[in-house]
């Protein structure tokens, strides 16, 4: 039994330790770098509203990490998020919602 305790602690120290190691990469993600996208959101209905959502166009910014899951993501009805560098590209992604 006291051979299995300290194979448990050890092991337990191990994982802490390679925790220890590994977080500080995980928090900074790719250094906390940003980017801002045109953002397409796809009709959906609200549980908290009761009603539909229109498909919606807006301008958000996330962390690179999370750029792969927008980019080039056909599951929008056709449509992908895109890179937003300049405020005409802002302006023209908002504009999708007026028409």
Do not use: Y
């Amino acid at each position: 039994m006291n051979k299995i305790t300290t194979l448990a602690a050890i092991s337990m120290f191990a994982v802490i330790m390679g925790m220890t190691a590994i977080a500080p990469a995980l928090a900074a993600g790719s250094n906390g770098q940003k980017t801002t996208i045109c953002h397409f959101e796809a009709t959906h209905f609200d549980e908290e509203l009761q009603e539909d959502i229109p498909d919606t166009w807006s301008v958000i910014t996330v962390n690179d990490r999370s750029l792969p899951a927008h980019l080039g993501d056909e599951d929008h009805e056709g449509h992908s998020d895109t890179i937003v560098t300049t405020q005409e590209e802002a302006d023209a992604c908002l504009a999708n919602n007026e028409s």
